[in-house]
């Protein structure tokens, strides 16, 4: 994506393979490892309905669910980041799938998708 407009110099997302639907991408932000698997196509399941299906957000750079600090997996693990991890998982986002992302519509859908 183009520039530094969020003034944060350590932005460095790329895709790594494809896995059949699409594409992993990993890369770091602001000190947080990201991995994501985006779909070719937009998807229902995906963030904010976009191409991101999976992602994943850790310190440490392990990325199973007790070593995350936030998951989405065709739906938020977890409620929908705020604070300072919000920024990255933004920034990820856009430059990922060139989305932004609504807070308070990915809250709606978090919570939908725990009631059924």
């Not at 991995?35 to 976009?50: F, K, L, R, T, W």
């Not at 609504?102 to 859908?109: L, P, V, W």
Request: proline share 3%; aromatic share 8%; with cysteine.
């Amino acid at each position: 994506m183009d520039g530094d407009e969020g003034g944060n110099s350590e932005m460095a997302i790329q895709a790594t393979c494809s896995w059949g639907m699409g594409m992993c991408y990993e890369g770091e932000i602001n000190g947080y490892r990201i991995h994501a698997q985006v779909m070719d196509e937009p998807s229902a399941q995906g963030i904010a309905e976009g191409r991101i299906v999976q992602f994943y957000v850790s310190k440490t750079g392990l990325f199973g669910l007790r070593d995350c600090e936030l998951s989405y997996n065709r739906g938020w693990d977890s409620p929908p980041p705020t604070g300072a991890i919000r920024s990255v998982v933004e920034e990820a986002i856009r430059q990922i799938d060139g989305k932004c992302v609504g807070r308070d519509e990915e809250r709606r859908r978090y919570e939908a998708s725990w009631r059924g």
